[in-house]
């Protein structure tokens, strides 16, 4: 199968893991699956994949198992055993220059300092390939980033980043089904503040 999109959610595996900062991306893969009661299985490029199907469109879900450092190999080999380039790929990570709650889709870019997204850079030998981020910056003064995002979400953090998995599913629906150009209009923003400002009367 030849799918519509790969959509490669970044992080790290195992359990001690599972609710960092770090893994948002992983964190957004997992709703797909608990949503629409999808299994990942062992897939090529060390990931654990799944196949979520709508309106026709065939999307593969991946996990890369590699830890975040080493993501660019596992989603190589990937692009590699499906026969597509980078123009289908769509990679999600956290960001921690964004607000929490925020989700900001691109085109192409930088590595932004995530060692994830250059682990995929370095490997490709390209920016060219969508990707999108996910705010986990909070209010408080960070003097150690990395610390920072391998540690677990708090609890109202995770109730947001739960919360927006939602909206970054329909994100994806709207880029396949009317383009990126659409779904960056439609999607960018900080949904936490949404909630936060008060509902008209």
């Not at 979400?153 to 009317?178: C, G, N, W, Y």
Request: with cysteine; charged share 25%; hydrophobic share 40%.
């Amino acid at each position: 199968m030849r799918p519509d999109l790969l959509l490669v959610g970044l992080g790290n595996p195992g359990r001690k893991y599972r609710k960092n900062r770090h893994n948002a991306g992983f964190i957004v893969c997992d709703s797909v699956s608990d949503a629409d009661g999808l299994k990942f299985r062992f897939g090529p490029g060390n990931s654990r994949i799944l196949d979520w199907t709508f309106e026709e469109k065939e999307v593969i879900v991946a996990k890369p198992m590699t830890f975040m450092n080493n993501s660019g190999k596992a989603i190589s080999e990937l692009l590699s055993f499906y026969s597509v380039g980078p123009e289908r790929l769509l990679v999600i990570c956290d960001d921690f220059s964004l607000p929490l709650g925020t989700i900001r889709i691109r085109k192409s870019g930088s590595a932004g300092g995530h060692n994830g997204l250059q682990s995929i850079i370095d490997q490709l030998k390209t920016v060219h390939f969508s990707r999108m981020r996910i705010g986990i910056a909070g209010k408080e003064e960070v003097s150690d980033w990395v610390e920072f995002v391998l540690k677990n979400f708090k609890r109202k953090e995770l109730k947001i980043v739960l919360e927006l998995s939602r909206e970054a599913q329909a994100a994806v629906k709207t880029m396949i089904l009317d383009g990126i150009d659409q779904a960056m209009t439609k999607y960018n923003k900080n949904y936490a503040v949404q909630e936060a400002q008060p509902k008209e009367v």
